[in-house]
């Protein structure tokens, strides 16, 4: 079975940090275009960041300055420091990966499970 599991979620004060973490499965072989999304209660799934497999980053207006995506293409895994939390950044957050390669042919729009980030004020 293929898929993305991410770690690291938690619950911090305001001006704090997290750092999460998604990483393949081991029958994954590489992950090409790979970012972070969020869900808040009652709102859409938003994207959060982006970057490519040669690492070139995207953010969303809010999270600028605060927020660094970073992956390690050996291990597969994605990462999101978080710093500066408000409470609005309060939400699920899920990893994505546009298209992997694994042992059956190519896979494309992974999600994992999600992990909850809770930013007390």
């Known amino acids: 079975q293929v898929h993305m599991v991410e770690s690291g979620g938690g619950l911090v004060q305001t001006g704090g940090s997290l750092r999460l973490s998604c990483a393949a499965s081991?029958?994954?072989?590489?992950?090409?275009?790979m970012g972070w999304y969020r869900q808040a209660p009652g709102k859409q799934r938003e994207l959060v960041a982006t970057i490519t497999w040669g690492g070139a980053t995207n953010y969303t207006d809010s999270v600028k300055g605060r927020f660094t995506i970073s992956r390690d293409n050996d291990k597969n895994t994605l990462y999101l420091q978080m710093n500066g939390l408000k409470p609005e950044d309060t939400a699920v957050y899920y990893c994505n990966a546009d298209r992997v390669a694994t042992m059956w042919g190519p896979r494309y729009d992974i999600w994992g499970q999600g992990t909850q980030v809770t930013v007390s004020s």
């Open positions: 081991e029958n994954i072989f590489s992950v090409d275009d």
